[in-house]
């Protein structure tokens, strides 16, 4: 499909590719918490960042989720039909899900602006990592990343990747 002469590629293909790409980058944020976009990055969510994007604090952990507009409307579009809208229940979990997002344009630079409430809750200062987690990309302090990481023992990891993508997966 052509699109005024330049090859059109659906959000989701960029998607796919971001989801196939599971380089972690380490990066810097500015005093403003700013982020430039590294450059294998860019070049894999390049429709993508033609959209804004939507920074949103994790439920797990104190970090940063990352989305493609594109996936975050798939996200909400899902919601919109598992929510019913007439539960005190579902309307809490609507409100805590969303509290926090925002939204953020990528400028001619390749860079985008964390705004300062999600800097603080991921405890980001300069030093930032980027890690492809499927479908969004996780914002971390990069102290705070590498403690994740190593919270893990190399053990424990051994077995929950066994019990995860062993023969009795999702059994």
Not at 36 to 59: C, H, M, Y
Request: hydrophobic share 40%; charged share 30%; with cysteine.
């Amino acid at each position: 499909m052509e699109e005024s002469g330049k090859k059109f590629v659906p959000l989701a293909q960029n998607i796919s590719a971001m989801i196939h790409s599971f380089v972690t980058y380490q990066c810097k944020a500015d005093s403003k918490g700013r982020v430039t976009i590294p450059v294998g990055l860019k070049a894999v969510l390049d429709k993508a960042l033609q959209e804004n994007l939507i920074l949103k604090p994790s439920i797990f952990k104190p970090c940063i989720e990352l989305y493609p507009q594109g996936e975050w409307q798939e996200i909400m579009e899902k919601m919109r039909t598992k929510l019913n809208l007439f539960s005190k229940q579902h309307l809490d979990y609507l409100r805590k899900y969303t509290a926090g997002v925002k939204e953020a344009e990528v400028d001619a630079t390749g860079r985008f602006l964390i705004p300062k409430p999600l800097c603080e809750f991921a405890k980001i200062d300069k030093e930032v990592v980027l890690a492809p987690a499927l479908n969004f990309i996780e914002i971390w302090d990069k102290e705070l990343y590498e403690q994740e990481i190593n919270s893990i023992s190399e053990e424990d990891f051994m077995a929950l990747t066994e019990k995860i993508m062993g023969d009795d997966a999702g059994q």
